[in-house]
């Protein structure tokens, strides 16, 4: 008898966890839920720097992984000054040669 009344006392407590845990989880999802777009703006009158700033614009997920994966590879966290989108399309394989060549001739002293 003793052992069904804790029984059901453990299964009561899990029950009111679990409800705590979803409740904060549905609050998290409402912080992370995309905002209601604001009322259109004539084309005319927006500047092509903002165009540009909102096309842009990387997600928080995004930044945390590259983050993570920036302290995952130095051993520390690290302080990300700057993230910005590659130019989609066709890469000019000059330029890309140039750039690895440029990134070989740095000497990066490790700390072991």
Do not use: C, D, K, Y
């Given at each position: 008898m003793a052992k069904t009344?804790?029984?059901t006392a453990l299964l009561a407590e899990l029950n009111e966890r679990l409800r705590d845990l979803d409740e904060r989880v549905r609050g998290l999802e409402a912080k992370l839920s995309p905002q209601p777009a604001p009322a259109p703006v004539a084309?005319?009158?927006v500047?092509?720097?903002e165009k540009q700033a909102e096309?842009?614009?990387i997600e928080p997920e995004i930044l945390m992984v590259i983050a993570a994966a920036?302290?995952?590879?130095?051993?520390?966290k690290a302080k990300i000054?700057?993230?910005?989108r590659s130019i989609s399309g066709g890469?000019?394989?000059w330029a890309q040669q140039g750039r690895v060549s440029?990134?070989?001739s740095h000497s990066v002293g490790w700390a072991r």
């Open positions: 009344q804790s029984m084309a005319a009158s500047p092509v720097a096309e842009e614009q920036v302290a995952a590879f130095m051993g520390h000054r700057r993230v910005r890469v000019n394989p440029i990134q070989a």
